[in-house]
């Protein structure tokens, strides 16, 4: 079992729409959770990090983490064009054990 | 500000040949790692150094060294490429190692073994 799932996609939403991105994960002693954006042929880039069961929000982004169904997710609202990207998903299982999920790719259409 | 910085960004190697690639980064972190990137694979951690002076293994270390040179630069080298190792390499550093130190990436260096 891979430590972190997410589904690849791809994962299209009209401009304006709201995107749902999910990861699951597998070791329950995961302390830290990390939303990651690629653009094609670039580098990640950090977006959100959430430590605590509940919501977070910045900006257009919420992160949600529910640590019982050891379930996180990101939510893009209000979608546009540049958002288009691959969304990758790192848990921190403890020092220096950051796992990432494959990425789901999101396609956001004008 | 340049953050992290990867040489060099594009590279071909015939099988056998060896190299090295270069991070510095300009963050004063603490924490260096070096990480591939495969096609439906994701990110998988090479090798990574807590701190300057120390290094360990991450998931996939096998054909690989490193050398953490000062606290800035953070190399990987290649001894006998092989076609296996064709991948997008990726430096990041952080502050430290504890877990919510989130990690920041160089541009990448895109390495083809033939």
């Known amino acids: 079992q891979k430590e972190v799932e997410q589904n690849s996609g791809p994962l299209s939403v009209p401009e304006g729409a709201i995107a749902s991105l999910n990861c699951t994960y597998s070791?329950?002693?995961?302390?830290?959770f990390f939303w990651y954006r690629q653009y094609s042929g670039k580098s990640p880039e950090l977006i959100m990090s959430?430590?605590?069961?509940g919501d977070k929000e910045d900006g257009r982004f919420t992160a949600q983490l529910n640590k019982a169904s050891q379930y996180v997710s990101l939510l893009i609202r209000d979608s546009q064009p540049s958002d288009s990207a691959t969304y990758l998903c790192a848990v921190n299982s403890g020092a220096n054990n950051l796992f990432f999920g494959t990425g789901t790719r999101l396609t956001v259409i004008p | 500000n340049a953050g992290v910085t990867q040489t060099p960004k594009f590279q071909v190697l015939k099988t056998g040949q060896s190299m090295t690639l270069q991070c510095a980064q300009d963050m004063n972190h603490n924490s260096m790692y070096w990480y591939r990137q495969d096609p439906g694979m994701g990110l998988r951690l090479i090798y990574y150094s807590a701190s300057e002076g120390t290094t360990d293994k991450g998931e996939v270390p096998n054909g690989y060294n490193v050398s953490r040179l000062n606290k800035r630069e953070f190399s990987l080298r290649l001894e006998s490429a092989a076609p296996s190792q064709t991948s997008v390499y990726f430096c990041?550093?952080?502050?430290?190692?504890?877990?919510?130190?989130?990690?920041?990436f160089g541009n990448g260096t895109r390495l083809t073994v033939t």
């Open positions: 990041a550093s952080s502050r430290g190692v504890s877990y919510n130190s989130p990690l920041h």
């Open positions: 959430i430590y605590s069961n």
């Open positions: 070791d329950r002693g995961s302390q830290s």
